[in-house]
């Protein structure tokens, strides 16, 4: 079993960017969507400056209603790939169907597997023979256990680029979109080589709860996390109430480095 | 919103056999998997003698484990298909990527959604442009309405043959495989007009509940059961210890119909 | 383990009522709480005349927040007591505390545990020293084991008269106050010799779901059910909104009692 | 309402020891139960030594089953309350009931109620009567919502010393005994004044995840820590497999202390 194999930990390249093992914790940030190109540049220009690794935004979004935004497609994923390169860092969107994994291997530096499909087995066996790397979300009700199967689903096909995110699983609690277990951080660390991210935005759904989560996930082992950003948060597309503007990112980064710091961790 | 206008009932025909409405109970019946064409055939004939409307049968199977058996593929839904026309009955298997819908829509009478698929919103759009009834499995962890956006992700497309199937909501419990929530099936009579199917035998993951499940989804206004049926579960590939043998089966179709009348709906 | 001999079927006895093994279904009906003494002899005569064989009333009431309405105390245990004596039926109420069950106990023919307090040990203990019969809800967390280890706490004290009472479990499904769980009967029915019974009342939380999981609960082998009614549910102090009227509950039982003789048990 | 009111934030004082506000971490340890005096002092006294402010031990333990090890009752009190004196530290133990409430509180600085009685109201009663410091651990299904109110209950009497103790909640996941919710933590901070603590120990279940939940609780904000420690944990006569040695616990202090430091909390 690939994804449960102990020992030396595994070490996710993404051009200059190292994750996992004793690497400096990485930094994804961005909007929960690409909206447009000033938009975005306009963004992650001083994300990128306070410590970002990595540019984030869905070009194909995952949506319960079939009326809300479906985001850009082609168009978001040529935007995130001209303002990557333009920037100087890798970029990563999501994958939603494996018909589509060619297309966005094109643009994308990353591929991403969003919760809903942790389970859509035939996108995780396309994700198998590329040779990108991909950031597969936990499954709103899945158990670590499914989650590990779901990363040797993509392994047993030859790509062990293999990075776990961590983002909420669903409970009764109302005062929070999602529950961040970050126990299964700890336990994937201990059964696992595979590096593990944490999306403390999609967890709590809340601006201000991102922060102290951004700090407990980084205490609990996390090799790096995922950060949603908007430049006006109260005009984005979508998922807005749980954006940080670049200031309060820029805020979080300085908290968090002294935390990475504090567990042996540093925080380029 | 299609899914959830009220009103007149939807009827989705499936050859000869109409669901929903004041129509009588539709039974689907047969093996988790396709494993052979004589196996197959010998399960099948006593279940449709003892009431099955249609046969079931998987042939792409979604497997936690990429090391667990995967289903026989195209060879298993040419087998199903055979058998349905032999039989006379029509054919139900799970669909479980956007790439595979035409190849499946031609072997088969019904496309299935599996629970894990629930949210994959590009097979959901795929499967809006074909011409064939579906069944949406509940997701694991789906509140009814996301289940409802999600037929609503398909019938926006132009298909409205859609028939939602309770399969359990995953919970605490342990001694069950996964919760049937029957007030699902009593929420989605009051607020849609879709039919909706229960699924007791994965729901319970035992064979000596889905009996009184049953016969529960039917008390429950449920439109029709899918019952899992093996000619020997302790030989099954797959979720044995959930199927009923045809004897257990057509025991169990009696003591449905009964409750079937009791609530003003017959059972062929 | 008392709680999980099966064997012979415990029959519990209420004064003339019988509840569990082959005995008719038993149906205990009345107000969330005890508002007045006016108003429960005129919600329970048409309840009683429609077919309930005992009475419900809250005299003690465990409420979420401090500030609710806390019940009428030991006025409304007199009063529940003295409406009983009057139409000939037994009682059941709610015991809160330990320190309460003797007083509860003189006015009550059947005490009730609520979900709230079902790993309250010191209550249980103490309830296993009286000689009542002691209705035991299942926590809203609780497993089936936890359950049957709950009631194990009052039978080996000596009490073996437990009735347990399904009344679903928090999940993560908005449109339903909790999740009814009925697979909990089949599996209780399977592994204990207790009666258990079902509150689609509390479970569903709206009038309109009550009805569709009486008769479910009824089909997947309850040895009874328990059912709010409220005169004028719009004016109930406390859960008003899942509350038939007498009318209501009149028809519900018709169809109930179908449902009853579909699975072979009689509804007196 | 009081447990919701923003504003200056409460500060609970344990003797000399200081919990809230801006007040150092507060760590409470101690074995599960008291098991005789001897192994309480050899447990305690390296404990004291590496940081422990509080000492605590059951008593009085909650059992899912009635065949287990209940605690030594007032005789395990009397130990507590010995080897606290001798230590010159305050004592945390559990009260289950009402009746009870006056007796341990004449050995106990802190009454803790658990997860199991967190709706137990009348306990909460009984405690908002007396005058000294209560811990309220979270019911494992309850929302943060609930918990607040069950501290409402407490308060509304009267005694207004009330912490709050996140242990985990109950989910699907099975690879840790609860699923630690920290943003529970960060939402409390933001809603309340009350202080808030952190038990890693019964929310993991299991030693190796003690640590680095105990320190993603620290980044998240929490006031406190509440750990388990056994001399022998393999001899424990329960929850061994959650135990730290001292020595472990010690180093744990160590590491805490520098996250405690990057968050802006001393840890004396």
């Known amino acids: 079993m690939k994804s449960m194999s102990g020992g030396e930990k595994s070490v996710v390249c993404v051009g200059k960017v190292l994750i996992g093992g004793d690497n400096p914790l990485a930094i994804i940030a961005g909007p929960c969507a690409v909206e447009g190109e000033q938009m975005l540049r306009d963004t992650v220009r001083p994300v990128i400056q306070s410590g970002a690794h990595m540019i984030r935004g869905g070009a194909f979004k995952p949506?319960?209603?079939?009326?809300?935004?479906?985001?850009?497609?082609v168009k978001g994923l040529k935007i995130l790939n001209r303002i990557g390169r333009e920037m100087g860092v890798p970029v990563v969107t999501e994958v939603m169907d494996s018909g589509d994994v060619e297309l966005v291997a094109e643009y994308a530096d990353v591929l991403q597997v969003g919760a809903r499909n942790m389970q859509n087995f035939s996108l995780l066996k396309r994700l198998g023979r590329i040779n990108k790397p991909i950031i597969l979300k936990r499954g709103m009700a899945a158990t670590i256990e499914e989650w590990l199967m779901a990363a040797e689903h993509i392994m047993?096909?030859?790509?062990?680029?293999?990075?776990?995110?961590?983002?909420?699983?669903?409970?009764?609690?109302q005062w929070t979109r999602n529950t961040l277990d970050l126990s299964a951080?700890?336990?994937?660390?201990?059964?696992?080589?595979?590096?593990v991210i944490v999306d403390p935005s999609h967890a709590t759904g809340h601006t201000h709860l991102v922060a102290p989560m951004?700090?407990?996930?980084?205490?609990?082992?996390?090799?790096?996390?995922?950060?949603?950003?908007?430049?006006?948060?109260?005009?984005?597309?979508?998922?807005?109430?749980?954006?940080?503007?670049?200031?309060?990112?820029?805020?979080m980064i300085a908290e968090i480095s002294r935390v990475a710091a504090a567990v042996g961790r540093c925080c380029q």
């Open 185 to 195: 951080v700890a336990v994937v660390k201990n059964v696992s080589s595979l590096p």
């Open 214 to 251: 951004a700090k407990a996930a980084v205490a609990a082992g996390a090799d790096g996390l995922m950060i949603e950003v908007h430049l006006c948060p109260e005009k984005a597309v979508s998922d807005g109430q749980q954006s940080l503007t670049p200031r309060q990112f820029s805020s």
């Open 63 to 73: 949506r319960t209603s079939p009326y809300s935004f479906q985001g850009l497609g």
């Open 156 to 173: 047993v096909g030859g790509n062990e680029q293999v990075i776990l995110c961590e983002r909420g699983i669903r409970t009764h609690e």
